[in-house]
């Protein structure tokens, strides 16, 4: 059974950084495309972006668009989000998501996800 466990979230002032992480395990990583959505409260589940199995297919959400980058390392079975410039409207749960599609902006095309970790972006 696929496993994902998200790390990196916390408490950052607006325009800062931080570098999410998502470890995959039970499967072998590089079937898998991986996706990133967030979740504020009292909205719905948001794609943020999105990377194919090797890598070499990366997409994003407008309003992350050039401030977020994802990456993956599949000998680490691990894919990252680096979070730039961070306003308050980020603060959200951050979620990572696996899939053997092709890389969907909608959750429902998403077979496993992690557990979230918050990040939290103040003023």
């Known amino acids: 059974q696929v496993q994902l466990v998200e790390s990196g979230g916390g408490s950052v002032q607006a325009g800062g950084s931080l570098r999410l992480s998502c470890v995959l395990s039970?499967?072998?990583?590089?079937?898998?495309?991986m996706g990133w959505f967030r979740q504020a409260p009292g909205k719905e589940r948001e794609f943020v972006s999105g990377?194919?199995?090797?890598?070499?297919?990366?997409y994003y959400g407008d309003s992350v668009k050039g401030r977020f980058t994802i990456s993956r390392d599949n000998a680490k079975s691990t894919v990252y989000l680096q979070i730039n410039r961070l306003k308050p409207d980020d603060t959200a749960v951050y979620y990572c998501?696996?899939?053997?599609?092709?890389?969907?902006?909608?959750?429902?095309?998403?077979?496993?996800w992690g557990q979230g970790t918050q990040v939290t972006v103040s003023s």
């Open positions: 998501a696996a899939t053997q599609r092709a890389v969907g902006r909608t959750p429902e095309l998403y077979d496993y």
């Open positions: 039970g499967r072998t990583f590089n079937r898998y495309s």
């Open positions: 990377i194919n199995w090797s890598g070499g297919s990366t």
